[in-house]
């Protein structure tokens, strides 16, 4: 069975740093595109960023260009988002999902393009 499992979310101050990680069972990652979305309370899911299958094709929101770093370990199955300066906005849950092959050189923003998608973590950006 086809699994994406989110990890590394919590409470941060403002200006902190975490690490999200999104981990895949059932199936290798090295084929997907992976993309990170967040959604807070009362709002849409919006995109946050992507990368991928090749690793060479990345994505950011504006909101987080600059602060938000997405990488990949196949060899691990793991996909992450390294979130840095974080600010009370970032608070969300976040979400990975998965677009299935072929996706070498592509990936998306748009929730609608995604085949798979994790239970989601909780950021939390406060004082």
């Known amino acids: 069975q086809l699994q994406l499992v989110e990890s590394g979310g919590g409470l941060v101050q403002p200006g902190g740093s975490l690490r999200l990680s999104c981990a895949a069972s059932g199936f290798t990652l090295d084929y997907y595109a992976i993309g990170w979305f967040r959604q807070a309370p009362g709002k849409e899911r919006e995109g946050v960023s992507c990368i991928s299958s090749g690793g060479g094709s990345t994505n950011y929101a504006d909101s987080v260009e600059g602060r938000f770093t997405i990488s990949r370990d196949n060899a691990k199955n793991t996909v992450y988002l390294q979130m840095n300066s974080l600010k009370p906005e970032d608070t969300a849950i976040y979400y990975c999902?998965?677009?299935?092959?072929?996706?070498?050189?592509?990936?998306?923003?748009?929730?609608?393009?995604?085949?798979?998608w994790g239970q989601g973590t909780q950021v939390t950006v406060s004082s």
């Open positions: 999902g998965a677009i299935k092959p072929p996706t070498y050189y592509y990936c998306s923003g748009y929730v609608d393009r995604y085949d798979y």
